[in-house]
């Protein structure tokens, strides 16, 4: 058995790509993190760099002690960023995208923390299906990706108590995670794993990509690639190409 995948993304949106990895050769562990599907929905703790700490703990509860090679989709790349630049010496490589890095130019440009405490919750409860259906409906290149079978699944999911507030708290914490980033950074240094930027083609990500990543990696240690047929959702939209880049890139090491 190769090293360890530990996948991170929204709940589900590798299912498609789970098996082929595990078919090539390699151990793949792709829980929920923090707040999202069945994983516990904490009242905190949703800063990046916490939640990197809870991979090192599942890690830890597995006993498994090599390093993994991670990876990381939307929040998911911010974790699994903040995991690889905080334990170099539990992580082979890393293989993040889609998501504005917080700390960046990009991320700055792009986002404001929803920080109003439950008026998103309010405002989005019981329209869970209009309000997760916009972000599909704007984001996918392949729209076929997902179904009304996937949305409905991802509904159920943030209709379970206290999901939206865990949902909305992740991005609250942005300012914070721009700090973090920034200060960690300024004080260590660029991340030094070897590192796969995964965008998708039809996605804008893929036009500052480069710019980003050479904000947060040391040059010799990145590359970027895109997902073709594909927006935001690269996984889910065109996973034969996702696995591919994957299996490739961790191969060469």
């Not at 703790?45 to 390093?67: N, R, Y």
């Not at 299906?129 to 076929?144: P, V």
């Amino acid at each position: 058995m190769d090293r360890a995948f530990y996948t991170a993304a929204l709940d589900n949106s590798f299912r498609k790509v789970i098996g082929p990895i595990s078919e090539a050769g390699y151990r793949v562990i792709a829980p929920d993190y923090r707040g999202v599907g069945y994983s516990n929905r904490t009242s905190t703790g949703f800063t990046k760099t916490e939640m990197a700490g809870d991979i090192v703990g599942l890690l830890d509860h597995l006993s498994i002690k090599d390093p993994v090679h991670v990876v990381g989709h939307d929040i998911g790349g911010m974790i699994t960023y903040a995991f690889a630049s905080r334990h170099l010496d539990r992580t082979a490589s890393v293989i993040w995208g889609e998501c504005p890095l917080p700390g960046t130019k990009i991320h700055k440009d792009a986002f404001k923390e929803q920080g109003v405490l439950d008026l998103p919750e309010a405002l989005v409860a019981g329209r869970e299906e209009i309000y997760l259906g916009h972000f599909y409906d704007k984001l996918t290149y392949n729209s076929s990706a997902i179904n009304q079978e996937d949305l409905d699944y991802y509904v159920k999911m943030f209709r379970r108590p206290g999901a939206l507030r865990c949902g909305f708290n992740i991005y609250r914490e942005f300012g914070k995670d721009s700090e973090e980033n920034r200060e960690w950074i300024a004080k260590h240094g660029k991340c030094k794993v070897r590192a796969l930027r995964l965008n998708g083609q039809e996605c804008h990500f893929s036009q500052v990509a480069e710019q980003m990543m050479g904000e947060v990696h040391e040059k010799r240690t990145f590359s970027v690639a895109s997902v073709p047929k594909s927006g935001h959702y690269i996984a889910e939209e065109n996973p034969e190409e996702f696995v591919r880049l994957v299996v490739d890139f961790v191969g060469k090491e």
